[in-house]
């Protein structure tokens, strides 16, 4: 299941609305600080832009699933009639 899937399909829709702000707020501040450098400077905040919504999107799947596993997981039951 992709990682963005999961965190939908666990109903944290305002936790993935706060990521991809993030992620455009990394791109909107890296295009502004890497104008002068043209395309390099465009090219350079848009890897830095998913490569920071990559690290914040997998450490939220994998804590949900150590939260799914232990247990612990308030909606533990909804995700597994999700589950194939």
Not at 27 to 56: D, E, K, P, Q
């Amino acid at each position: 299941m992709p990682m963005g899937q999961m965190t939908a399909a666990s109903g944290r829709m305002w936790t993935e609305m706060c990521v991809n702000l993030e992620c455009s707020l990394a791109f909107c501040g890296g295009t502004w600080l890497g104008f002068s450098y043209g395309a390099m400077g465009l090219m350079s905040a848009r890897l830095v832009a998913y490569v920071l919504h990559t690290v914040w999107t997998a450490g939220f799947v994998f804590w949900l699933r150590a939260e799914r596993k232990s247990g612990c997981l308030r909606c533990a039951n909804e995700l597994s009639n999700y589950a194939p």
